[in-house]
């Protein structure tokens, strides 16, 4: 019998179905990965297990038997357990505080708090799951590997049955994420269930029993890991209708080089994320897409070349004009849609027509004074222009849902001399119109001459706009085959690829 | 030797610093749970007016007994006040700085305090009973340690005891773990089954009874009467707030800040009363308490600091569990 079982769960957002109908069941002793890309809808499966949302339809059963989870704790007392892809730790808590932190079994159950009565606890959880951690120390001065595996041991102190992690491995080193792996197969071995979820193909290959592929809300299939390949997962994970996609164009693009980007080397946060030695380029009228899993230095790269991160070395040149800071790349003509919409892209609390106009004021101003009647010319032909929705000029960007946010990007970004664009995840959370209008928009920016970088996990985007791809990882760029998706997986898991 | 000027200073800080004290410590518990509240002026200013009004027309009983009820008249009336401002700021999830500041002027000194008082004829009235000093004189005559431990009133050995339970229950007890993760990290909280509307609505409101408890100090003890306004209390509210921070929301720091901000009150009266001349004394000492206050803000700030003494990681930030 399946120690966890979901029947027919559909969970509905404003919008869209985040899941629609699915079944699901995981055994004891087994590590069953639940692969998919972003919006397939893996977390809204795993919160709905885990009781922090609640299905729309469906059921789920422990065991066999029914159960209705209205928190997490709910879940937490069932045996349920989840540990997030944003840790929930109480950073200045040490390790032993947040273990007993609402303990309803252990030691934590006592008036008085004795966190010293967990300690040896810790201590020897750590030691028999490879979990080394000083349960003392307080969640600040912990790695990120290591509040990882607070949290883990979080789950095992509170007596889990059933482990969720979600995409645990996307803040560790490869030679962590080895060691976790390791880790999930003694918690299995001793019949509990482990839930993985993932986008990396080889890292599901590597740690699953069986695999669950889901892709636009639906289970694809759920096979024994052991019995498909590499590259069937990411045939199953991307979608057989991707292969009819039809190119935009075919031959090679030959305007003059618009982006190019020598030995660029920058600094990230983390170690695997640093660039290192980046070259590329992108032609008048080409689309040019980076592939890539989220984290693996697109941010970096993006932001180096539009002059917000610094550089260590290497050069950019935009229109043959070696640029270097923020001004100077724009005024060479580099558009920059970033890819965080809200907290980048625009000023939430300014209006529309203020947004649309922040890189372009200075041209109509008066003296020190804005030219408001201009400013609202430009925001209504914009509204125009890009089908944005909003109330007039005046209203608020952040009031705005996120396709007609970008459409303000995409708007400002477009006017005057551009000559190159990078778009960062420009359709991440947007709904099918809306990323029918920037996909449309992008193609005509590349029709008028515009080269544009797309950067994107979406590799159905990728295949329909791109001209040429490339796949990063681990702060590396390498060419992949324009037309074969399960190369351009392979490439993105971190593997390599022989024509 | 007991009028040495240090000796009278201390003595007297603790008795002035009694009431910042008990307000900052609700202060303290109102902010461990995350919610700032800025409104306790006010609500000490109810505290003051409702304790008052409680001893002098609710003579039931002994003097000793009147003052009991006053003071649980002041913390119910102070807390009822903070009742406010936790529906609009954890119910509502209105801007807990707004809200306070509203509380302050809607409860203190032109508004709801002054109305009761006014209303109930309270003013220019002898206290029919004050707290005073109670231990035998041959011990308050001690040297030192007489005029400074053994001369208070009750409500100073009242407050010691507040510190170390409040100080007890935050840092020794499972409630008081749930309180500091609530205004931690309210989110690991929930997904801890941890209450976080619930701890933050007691925490509020328990504060708001300290507030009152402390406005009730001026009115039963230091200043035993009622006046319009709020000259009764002197900022002490502001200045509790302030000792918050300067006290890195521990309880027993708090203690040394009140009466240091207490003797600072003390000092400008004492050295006119000795005849010594140190220029405008009153200007500097009341405004030490926040010269000093902004010190220790920029220490705070500083990175390191930040995590070990600095504010609860989720003061004033209102808290929905997620769900889109």
Partial sequence: MATIELRGITKRFPGVVANDGVDFNATAGEVHALLGE?????????????GLYRPDEGEIYLDGKPVSFQSPRDGIDAGVCMVHQHFRLVDRFTVAENLILGDRRGAGRSFKLRPGA????????????????????RVWQLSVGERQRVEILKALYEEARVLILDEPTAVLTPDEATTLFETLREIVAEGRTVIFISHKMNEVKAVSDRVTIMRAGRVVETVKTADADVKQ???????????????????????????????LSADSYRATTSLENVDLSVHAGEIVAIAGVAGNGQLELAEAIAGLRPRTNGAVKIDGRSVDGVRAAHNAGLGYVPEDRLGMGVAPNLSLAMNVELKSYRE???????????????????????????RGPEAEAGTLSGGNIQKIVLAREFAGKLKALIAASPTRGLDVSAVE?????????????????????????????????????????????RDDIE???VLMAGGSWEA | MNHALLVVLIASGVAYGTPLLFASLGELLAERSGVLNLGVEGMMLVGAVMGFWAEQRLTIGSGAVSLIL???????????????????VITLRANQIVSGLALTIFAGGIGLSSYLGTDLNLADQPANHQFHAFLPSAMQNWPIVGPIVFGQTPLVYLSWVCVIAVAYYLMRTRPGLNVRSVGEAPGAADAMGINVVKYRYVHTIVGGAFAGVAGATFSLAITPQWVAGDSLVQNSGWIAIALVIFAFWRPELCVV??????????????????????????????????????VVLVLVSWRGAARRLGAPAALGTPYAREEH
């Fill in chain 1, 364 to 390: 109509g101003q008066a003296g020190p004074f804005l030219r408001m009647g201009r400013m609202r010319g430009l925001a209504e032909q914009a509204i125009e222009r890009y089908e944005i929705k909003a």
């Fill in chain 1, 487 to 489: 190369a351009i997986g």
């Fill in chain 1, 437 to 481: 209008t920037v996909h449309k928009h992008l193609l005509d920016a590349a029709d008028r001459g515009v080269g544009v970088l797309l950067i994107s996990e979406d590799l159905d985007e990728i295949l329909a706009l791109a001209d040429r791809v490339l796949v990063m990882y681990e702060g590396h760029l390498t060419e992949a085959p």
């Fill in chain 1, 118 to 137: 967990v300690v040896d606890q810790v201590r020897k959880l750590g030691e028999r799951y490879r979990l080394p951690v000083d349960p003392r120390a």
């Fill in chain 1, 38 to 50: 972003n919006g397939a809808g893996k977390s809204t499966l795993s919160h709905i297990m885990s």
């Fill in chain 2, 70 to 88: 006053g003071l649980v008249v002041a913390a119910f009336a102070a807390a009822v006040t903070a009742a406010i401002h936790a529906f609009l």
């Fill in chain 1, 233 to 263: 997962l990411a045939a199953l994970m991307v979608g057989r209708a991707l292969e009819t996609v039809q190119r935009r164009r075919t031959g090679t693009v030959e305007g003059d080089v618009v982006l190019e980007v020598k030995g």
């Fill in chain 2, 257 to 294: 800040g009140a009466y240091f901000f207490g003797s600072l009150q003390a000092l400008a009266p004492e050295l006119q009363a000795r005849n010594v001349n140190l220029g405008p004394t009153e200007l500097w000492t009341n405004a030490m308490p926040y010269a000093a206050t902004v």
